[in-house]
């Protein structure tokens, strides 16, 4: 596996720590990889930029000051809409934004679909969970305030963990006019475990399908996907359609840290036949394009 070398790596979904995900998900889930170490494992692995993701706080103060301490290093930020952060908030979106976040994530932890998975119980979280679309099945008139906000100031509004029919409203009324990313697409753990089909569906509206390595992890005791299923949901959907990251670093026990992690989920794929060239489409040139690099 030593041959490979992919330039410009980009891991837009690379957590850290603490964070409320594992503060919440109970003894021997509370170690984590820091910002810190997460920007330079990704440095000094040859990346070229990392997008820091928290699912309790907005990122991108922290994401300038870790690129300061990094260099050669982009650091960017972003927010998730969910309550710890002033749930689907405009306010909060737009100083994100202005302070050069670059991924609003629609509600995770907090969404309507992780109460009906489960996820919100394990984590403690109380309540029905948050929803992006109205009564006739379209965006809402927030979230319509928050896309217009995303287009905007060229960022990437991403799906978060919301449900099937949400992901396709969202795609629908916004993918052709600005840039959205479905978040851990096919992902088992949290959001609507979206198929190889609904992934392709989306992309055809003009969606760019996010894997993960987490993807293929099992976590809390849910089984990840095989490798050659992964292997085969991207050709399915299209490489030139896929952005791969890690959606590691929330755990610093039960799942690599994102640097190395990402370095061996993309020597897997490359063992299981998928080319240099798609390998560099997915984990960097269309992160570059989604981040305005």
Known sequence: ????????????????????????????????????????????????????????????????????????????????????????????????????GKIIWLPTLHSHQDYLNGMAERTGIKGEGLTVTDEDGEPSEVVREIFALVRENDAVLATGHVTAAEHFAVAKAFAREGKVLVTHAGEHLAGPKLTAQQCRELADLGAVIELTALSCQAVFGTQGKSPEEMVKMMGHVGCERCALATDYGWSATDIPHPAPGFRDFMETLWSLGVSEADLTTMAARNPARLLGL
């Open 1 to 100: 596996m030593a041959g490979l070398r992919i330039e410009g790596v980009i891991d837009m979904h690379c957590h850290y720590g603490p964070d409320l995900v594992n503060v919440s998900a109970g003894p021997g889930h509370g170690a984590h990889v820091t910002a810190l170490d997460a920007a330079r494992e990704a440095r000094d692995s040859g990346h070229r930029a990392i997008v820091l993701k928290s699912h309790s706080l907005p990122s991108p103060t922290l994401a300038h000051a870790i690129e300061e301490a990094t260099p050669g290093l982009r650091v960017f930020g972003g927010a998730c809409t969910d309550y710890p952060s002033g749930g689907l908030n405009p306010d909060m979106v737009e100083a994100c934004l202005k302070l050069g």
